[in-house]
């Protein structure tokens, strides 16, 4: 074990730009997730015809599959697909994003779902019989009630999105944890110091996130 | 685009990473119940030194990604003079970083027991660990499979990890294929259905198992 070593001046600058790329995919996967993933949940609770039931279909494969299955297939496999000429291709960041939004909406749409169906049926039936539309209702009524309910199971899901982005190593992402291990590589005694850093770098991040999302719990209770 | 051909030729590659993904899931699941459910029940005995090493390993263990964890029993272990495989250090991994989320479970259906059961068992004779075994932990049960349940089918998606340090499971074979073939779609189809084979019925099978759990209560 060789502390001084692993933690030299440019090792740590090495982790911090990891670090940054970590929070930036995870800052946009956090933020295309979520909004994907309401539309999607307020369209399945609303039981929109044809378009809902395609959508739990995309749902439930999504939610079941692997995230690393995921990023493997926006990376390599769809490149490869060709629709009438029309080829895609990502960067790694971008990739990963793509990836981790597609597997996250899915999750966080379960989520606002169960949200917005445990607000009471006659919450919706009184702001309706006293004239608001469906969307109406939905906006003024069940919404506001229903995020309440979901910050928590929402902010732990940010939580695993986070330290999912770790997966993007596979697709040599340069993120916390590609950087740390390319550090590793440089030396095993570097290892046990490395790690422990990276594993407190995530730590202190993610506890943060469950410190406010508890704050934000009792405030809105 | 897809080419069955692929699945046909690669069937023993998948055969082999789809048995070692649920034998990787199911030794990690076995003993990230054991692990867990000591560490519920450090969280509720109330002796305190016991009660700080459960809060601090559930709290530690759910804020870091799993791939660390098993990075560790990949890299660090060897600096102490043992050395896992892929495998190994993958199962090891996803042992400890389940039994967190495990413990919390747990301990969440043991504290949804009304306190008055454990009262009344204890005043009429049992010990602590007999009320527990023979009162509480049958009444927990109940609400502690269906998170259970979703646990395990988290353990087969996580997995895959064992791919990022060639632990032979469904997903790495998949690279083999896709490496071997170039058949990049039809290689990552199959084994999405393979995972897919796996975690579809037993999420059904979870949901019904809630749903039926919630009406007998």
């Given at each position: 074990m060789d502390f001084a070593g692993a933690y030299s001046a440019d090792n740590l600058r090495f982790l911090m730009e990891g670090l940054k790329m970590t929070l930036y995919i995870a800052f946009w996967a956090i933020l295309l997730s979520f909004v994907i993933g309401c539309i999607i949940g307020v369209i399945r609770y609303m039981q929109v015809p044809v378009v809902s039931?395609?959508?739990?279909?995309?749902?439930?494969?999504?939610?079941n599959l692997p995230l690393l299955l995921i990023i493997f297939f926006v990376q390599f496999a769809i490149p490869q697909i060709n629709?009438?000429?029309l080829q895609f291709k990502f960067t790694v960041p971008a990739g990963a994003i793509i990836?981790?939004?597609?597997?996250?909406?899915?999750m966080i749409s379960e989520v606002v779902r169960a949200g917005l169906k445990s607000i009471p049926k006659g919450q919706v039936e009184a702001a309706r019989s006293s004239g608001l539309g469906s969307i109406q209702a939905l906006w003024h009524i069940v919404l506001p009630q229903g995020l309440r309910r979901m910050v928590p199971p929402l902010v732990s899901q940010f939580i695993s999105l986070l330290k999912d982005t770790s997966l993007a190593v596979i697709v040599a992402l340069?993120?916390?944890?590609?950087?740390?291990?390319i550090i590793i590589g440089q030396s095993p005694n570097y290892s046990i110091p490395i790690l422990l850093l990276v594993a407190m770098i995530y730590f202190v991040v993610n506890y943060t996130l469950s410190l406010i999302s508890r704050r934000l719990e009792t405030r809105t209770a | 685009m897809i080419d069955f051909s692929i699945l046909v030729n690669y069937f023993p590659y998948y055969i082999e990473g789809f048995l070692n993904t649920i034998l990787a899931s199911v030794l990690a699941l076995i003993g990230s119940f054991v692990l867990g459910s000591i560490l519920a029940v450090f969280r509720i005995t109330g002796v305190k030194p016991l009660q700080w090493i459960g809060t601090a390993y559930v709290e530690f263990v759910r804020n870091i990604p799993l791939l660390l964890i098993v990075f560790f029993f990949w890299y660090a272990l060897p600096t102490f003079g043992m050395r896992l495989d892929g495998f190994q250090a993958g199962t090891v991994g996803l042992t400890i970083y389940t039994a967190a989320f495990i413990a919390e479970a747990i301990r969440a259906g043991i504290l949804s027991v009304p306190?008055?059961?454990?009262?009344?068992?204890r005043s009429s004779g049992m010990t602590y660990v007999q009320a527990m075994l023979h009162?509480?932990?049958?009444?927990?049960?109940?609400?502690v499979i269906p998170p259970l349940s979703n646990q395990f089918i988290n353990l087969i998606k996580n997995s895959s990890v064992l791919t990022v340090v060639a632990g032979l499971d469904l997903m790495y074979f998949a690279d083999k294929v896709n490496g071997d073939s170039y058949a990049t779609v039809s290689a990552y189809v199959f084994a999405g259905l393979f995972y897919l084979v796996l975690t579809l019925p037993m999420s059904y099978g979870s949901h019904v198992l809630e749903r039926r759990l919630a009406k007998s209560s």
């Open positions: 039931q395609i959508l739990a279909v995309i749902v439930e494969v999504l939610r629709v009438f000429g990836a981790l939004t597609l597997f996250e909406a899915a340069a993120e916390l944890m590609h950087n740390a291990q | 306190k008055g059961q454990m009262e009344a068992a009162v509480v932990l049958p009444q927990a049960i109940k609400l």
